[in-house]
């Protein structure tokens, strides 16, 4: 059973400009009593995800939607716990996997092979694990014998197939997905959009952050929006998205 | 015992654990590095072995010194250099040339300065076939100190991971640490004894011994040359290994979670 419960969580995100980021502004603040130098220490804290509460249980496939810049990646994020929350309670239980950018974890001087394995160990699975998932990875991607290649000679829709297959490639219970349907093709949308389906069908949490609505209208039972880091639930997303299909 | 300190505690199991994987990864880091290469890794051994043998009969002929003191000396020297420099300098990018994984994957933050360590491990073994050769050559006159090798090494790689840590985190969050550090090497390569012996400098040794790592150098080079180290040496470094991981520690607690915010 995959759980995934936040309760009033709130991230404050610091964005760090050039002179905060410079050990000499520091020290001129220090020495000077930080009068000269009085910006160098400040840091504009973004107030990503503001006092959110929700329990996701298995079977839930969740959309989120909102602008950009509102903090839908940050929500995935702290879900994955890549980043820590600044106050509240958040509880996991399941193995997590987040197809988040595409590229992350790739060398690109290395063959499709070799970054299996590289990924397959990144994520936390034993040499031999990763291995045993080669068949599979290669049967899903169809790259073929652009698998010896270095990556660097794929294109990006290919280095997408690849990111996703491995992603998925271990029956995460919660699967994390920031929108990245932008690059593949016609053929490889329904082959991830299959194997959502399926990710979905055997019970597990799936959320997904996308602007696509027709994508989000057939894999998401529940969409919501983010707006000034709050959470609103869309109930009538489908009946929208319906009447004025959006691209 | 604080929530924090637990979860940092389970950061560091977490990256111990996956110490397999670490290595794995630190090997096709290598092995990409010299991909389209005919040597492969080996160019490593290749040009350490160029290097000193220039340097060793440029220099020996220069400052008329014995070829048989002078070239094991230099050859342990500069490879000591090279791994100490290597990771002390790689360590300023640590976080932030890995910040689309750390960004993407959750992968404990403690798992970093392991596989950084272990790939420069491998190049020093690399490296290490030079030294073999040069002893073949100018056979080192060893007596029974010699096993000290063995903890003094332990002792640097102890030393060379707290240092990796802390500056990979000092450079993430303030980033001419970068800057400062390329250009401070140089300057402590000469306050290192890698050219000569400390002792050659006479009364301005003391000198040398401001450089922390003239006791890397020293702790490992003198038993390996037949040599055993000033008496201090041994107390400063396991002093440095104490205080450094204390400081690290307590610093890795209180700003770790910071890191993703950071890079």
Known sequence: ???????????????????????????????????????????????ALDDVSFELKSGDAIGLVGHNGAGKSTLLRTMAGIYTQDSGRILREGRIATVLEI????????????????????????????????????????????????????????????????????????????????????????????????????????????????????????????KHGKMNHLPDFHVKTLEQPES | MSSRWQQTRSDIFEALGRLPAALFLSWSDTKARYKRSMLGPFWLTLGTAIGVGGLGFVWSTLFKMDKATFIPLLTVGLI????????????????????????????????????????????????????????????????????LVIPGFILVVLNLSWMSLFIGMFAARYRDTETAITNFMPLLFFM???????????????????????????????????????????PVAIGMVLVGWALTLWMFNSRRTRIPYWI
């Open chain 2, 80 to 147: 000591l250099w090279g791994f100490i420099a290597g990771i002390v300098t790689e360590s300023s990018q640590l976080f932030i040339q890995n910040a689309q994984l750390i960004r993407n994957l959750r992968i404990p933050l403690f798992f970093y300065p392991i596989k950084l360590v272990l790939r420069h491990l491998i190049n020093l073994a690399h490296n290490a076939i030079v030294i073999v050769i040069v002893f073949l050559i100018y056979p080192p006159d060893w007596h029974w100190g010699a096993w």
């Open chain 1, 103 to 226: 590229g992350s974890g790739m060398d690109p001087e290395l063959s499709g092979y070799e970054n299996i394995l590289r990924m397959g160990m990144l994520m936390g699975m034993s040499l031999k694990e990763a291995r045993s998932k080669i068949p599979e990875i290669e049967e899903f991607t169809e790259l073929g014998d652009f698998l010896s290649l270095p990556v660097r000679t794929y294109s990006s829709g290919m280095s997408m197939r690849l990111m996703f297959a491995v992603g998925t490639s271990f029956q995460p219970e919660i699967l994390l997905v920031d929108e990245m349907f932008g690059t593949g093709d016609a053929g490889f949308q329904e082959k991830a959009k299959a194997r959502m389906h399926d990710l979905i069908a055997n019970a597990e949490i799936f959320v997904f952050a996308s602007h696509d609505h027709v994508m989000l209208g057939s894999l998401c039972s529940r969409v919501y929006e983010l």
């Open chain 1, 1 to 47: 059973m995959a759980h995934l419960v936040f309760e009033n969580v709130s991230v404050r995100y610091p964005i760090y400009n050039a002179r905060a980021q410079s050990l000499r502004h520091q020290f001129m603040r220090i020495a000077t009593g930080g009068k000269i130098a009085a910006e160098a220490g400040q840091t504009v804290a973004v107030t």
């Open chain 2, 192 to 234: 290192s004894p890698v050219l000569f012996k400390a002792e050659q400098l006479g009364v301005g040794s003391w000198i040398v011994w401001l450089n922390p790592f003239s006791y890397f150098i020293s702790i490992v080079r003198d038993p390996l040359l037949g040599h055993s180290s000033p008496e201090f040496v041994w």
